[in-house]
């Protein structure tokens, strides 16, 4: 409720730490520079799911083509090898039914494929999660470098962990739409615990894991309980603006365990108008996630 009435200046400015500018070009800029300052990895996101235009539909595809382009042009990361990875939402790319997402989704995982580029298909609400899974595993299927994202809330999930093949790429989160009671936990904590436990399983199937949580008891609890089993197959993730940097360097040093990839999720938008209603969908979703950006925003002040 209050995320409606907070006036757009004010999501503006809440939003900075959290965007990393109004363009590909300065996403591509944030990435570079934090692989040079702390060797993280980057994976790049256009701020525009959930459109209402058909012209939007159409500047989301192009706009994501650029995207592999530019990633795939870039060459401030040596040998390449450590070039960002793109993430996207299906709902980007539909006004209608959902199923009208797949053919623009499959057109992007194609260009991805032939450019070497890494895609991951971000995990929406529980009425994406068939789609979405089908069409990660058929990339994979296709052996396209396409990760799949499962969401630890969702009871189903656990069901889901089966349908990847070793050498697949699955990043677990616990999941930051608010679901029904019928389909999911809304235990904190059991969310979290599902996290450990599914990537143990995870692992010992063959895939490779990406442990994305802000959480640092759970950050540490993964470097320690779970990567030691496979480390080569294990990476940490999180979000640009929310301050993790001592837990970052901590993980990719090896002072927690064995040492690990660090990647930085890094949302963009092309003008603020989409960045400001991204913002505003994620305060809707989880009230509390203003206050910690209210917080936040005031501890740097
Ligand atoms: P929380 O339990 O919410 O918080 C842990 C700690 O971090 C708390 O101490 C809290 O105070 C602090 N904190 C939380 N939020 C902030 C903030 N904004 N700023 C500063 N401090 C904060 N969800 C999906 O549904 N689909 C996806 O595809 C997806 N991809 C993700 C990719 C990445 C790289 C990351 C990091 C998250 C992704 N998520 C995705 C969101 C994930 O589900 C959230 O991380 C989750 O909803 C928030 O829960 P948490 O367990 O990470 O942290």
């Not at 382009?69 to 401030?76: E, F, I, K, N």
Request: with cysteine; net charge neutral; aromatic share 8%.
């Amino acid at each position: 409720m209050l995320s409606r009435i907070v006036p757009g200046f004010m999501v503006r400015w809440f939003a900075r730490p959290y965007v990393a500018g109004e363009s590909l070009a300065a996403a591509l800029d944030v990435a570079a520079a934090r692989w040079k300052d702390g060797s993280l990895r980057a994976t790049l996101d256009l701020l525009g799911e959930d459109v209402t235009e058909a012209a939007q539909v159409d500047r989301n595809v192009a706009t994501y083509l650029r995207m592999i382009d530019a990633v795939a042009a870039d060459d401030r990361y040596g040998n390449g090898g450590s070039r960002p990875s793109i993430s996207l939402k299906p709902s980007a790319f539909t006004i209608g039914e959902r199923e009208a997402a797949c053919d623009p989704v499959r057109k992007l995982a194609e260009r991805a494929h032939e450019r070497g580029v890494a895609l991951t298909i971000d995990m929406e609400d529980q009425r994406w999660t068939d789609l979405t899974l089908d069409l990660c595993v058929e990339f994979q299927g296709r052996g396209f470098d396409v990760g799949a994202v499962l969401q630890t809330r969702l009871h189903r999930t656990e069901g889901d962990l089966g349908r990847f093949a070793p050498g697949a790429r699955v990043r677990l989160v616990i999941g930051i739409y608010p679901e029904p009671e019928d389909v999911a936990t809304t235990d904190k904590r059991v969310m979290k615990e599902r996290m450990l436990a599914y990537s143990k399983t995870l692992l010992d199937r063959g895939v490779f894991v990406e442990f994305a949580t802000h959480d640092v008891e759970f950050l540490e609890r993964f470097v320690r309980e779970v990567a030691p089993a496979a480390p080569d197959r294990c990476e940490v993730q999180l979000l640009l603006g929310v301050p993790r940097k001592k837990t970052a360097t901590r993980i990719r040093e090896g002072d927690l365990g064995p040492a690990l990839p660090v990647r930085l999720y890094i949302p963009f938008a092309l003008g603020w108008d989409q960045a400001t209603a991204y913002l505003r969908r994620r305060m809707a979703e989880s009230p509390s996630t203003m206050w910690l950006v209210l917080r936040n925003v005031f501890k740097r002040s």
